[in-house]
């Protein structure tokens, strides 16, 4: 039997990072995952450059980028191990990277050299401390058991997998959500907390484009790969949401930053509002118009959105198929209220299969904030497999690193109080 401080299930980004502090920290720590390749989703994310942090996190009120039954749970982690806190351990590693906008961070080059950065950090150990790592591995089931001496319980877990037994004191799962099925995802994580009694908050596609009824879209499947900036909004109150970001039109519905960010936000059955031409004041551009063009509708509207969509979105009305100076006002009202407001409802969204992240997972009502330990002493969950799910723009990878930084350190404290 193998014998270890601590096993992390998952060589993403959270179990990683986890297992590399925990193993600087004098850590004996075995990193389990059923994939051969390390760190899937920082290689194919962010165009391959890995969208690694965001300036804008803001650890005081969390509830400004990221979601879940509770929001707030993820303050503590976040405050303890800040954005700064990452790039001064990338820019140690002599990764380049530069700001791309509103915040979000990338690196220069190609997202293996944030890999390779993690697995140095793991390659670190000190004061007796190690990472090791077996890939691929599969887990075939999770022993718990606890032991009682002068008032002090000592909790042990028994791993078998298909590379032998492994006896430790504490497990980590990092196995991720459910998105992106392809490079590995599955509802391990959540198997786990189900066998020891945590409680999950119900899971659905995140960051994820939208689609519509094929008949209702027709008309605006011509524009698939038309990019533009829009006003998106959806919900009321505490589920609203609202973005400034660019839309991309598609042969199925709508995505791009837009529609990724609001799809958090959105609830089958409800509409997406969007204003089409949110830095322009349509009414009087097209009323300026009407005094002094002769040109049609459509000619005068390519000049404030693309012609594609300008052409596309006149043929819905006859009114708005004719010279502008021979419009009448009403039809100009109507069509500048249509662009500024445009409100459809999607029949659902890509799936797991395009989904960038998995909205819900292990409660946090179960888990400590401070540590992320769950109810079953020993067992941790940090990354996306807790319900905590951030914006488009690196605030996921910022709550890998935050939540395994705060794992890491107390397990240190636990198991090495003395150190």
């Known amino acids: 039997m193998h014998s270890y401080d601590v096993v992390v299930m998952g060589a993403g980004a959270a179990g990683l ?26 290689r194919i994310s962010g165009g391959g450059r890995c969208n690694f942090t965001n300036r804008d996190v803001d650890p005081a009120a ?57 697995l140095a950090e793991c390659g670190a150990g000190a004061l007796g401390g190690h990472v090791d790592r077996w890939q691929p591995c599969s887990v075939k089931n999770i022993g718990f058991s606890a032991t009682s001496q002068r008032e002090t319980v000592t909790s042990s877990y028994q791993i078998e997998s298909d590379r032998g037994t492994v006896e430790c004191a504490a497990v980590v799962v990092a196995t991720g959500g459910l998105s992106i099925p392809k490079i590995g995802a599955t509802d391990f994580g959540y198997r786990v907390a189900k066998q020891f009694g945590l409680r999950l908050v119900e899971t659905r596609p995140g960051l994820v484009p939208l689609t519509f009824d094929e008949q209702a879209w027709a008309p605006y ?47 089958e ?20 118009a009407k005094a002094s063009s002769r040109k049609r509708i459509a000619n005068e509207l390519a000049l404030l959105v693309p012609s594609r969509l300008a052409d596309t ?44 992240v998995t909205l819900g997972g292990v409660d946090t009502r ?23 799910t951030g914006w488009l723009g690196g605030y996921n990878f910022q709550w890998a690193w935050a939540s395994g930084h705060a794992c890491a350190q107390a397990l240190a404290a636990r198991l090495r109080p003395s150190a």
Not at 19 to 39: K, T
Not at 237 to 256: M, N, V
């Open 221 to 267: 499947a011509q524009l698939s790969g038309l990019s533009l900036p829009v006003r998106i909004e959806t919900g009321t109150k505490k589920a609203r949401g609202e973005f400034l970001e660019d839309l991309l039109f598609t042969h199925r519905g709508l995505s791009g930053p837009a529609v990724l960010q609001i799809s958090s936000y959105w609830r």
């Open 17 to 42: 990072f986890c297992a590399g502090v925990a193993g600087q920290l004098g850590l004996r720590v075995l990193v389990l995952d059923h994939s051969e390749r390390v760190a899937e989703k920082i």
């Open 62 to 118: 969390p509830h400004k980028h990221f979601l879940g039954d509770n929001p707030h749970f993820c303050r503590s982690a976040l405050s303890r191990y800040t954005p700064q806190d990452f790039i001064a351990l990338v820019q140690r590693h002599g990764i380049a990277f530069h700001e791309k906008h509103k915040g979000q961070l990338f690196c220069d080059r190609s997202a293996d050299d944030l890999i390779q950065m993690l």
């Open 366 to 388: 179960d888990l400590s904030s401070q540590t992320m330990e769950s109810k079953q002493p020993g067992l941790y969950f940090i990354g996306e497999v807790v319900d905590v």
């Open 269 to 288: 059955g409800t509409p997406i509002r969007l204003n089409l031409a949110p830095d322009t004041d349509l009414p009087a551009a097209l009323a300026r």
């Open 313 to 356: 979105w006149v043929q819905q009305e006859s009114a708005w198929q004719r010279p502008i100076a021979e419009a009448s006002d009403k039809a100009l009202a109507q069509l500048a209220e249509r662009l500024a407001r445009w409100e459809l409802t999607p029949t659902g969204t890509e799936g797991y299969r395009k989904a960038e």
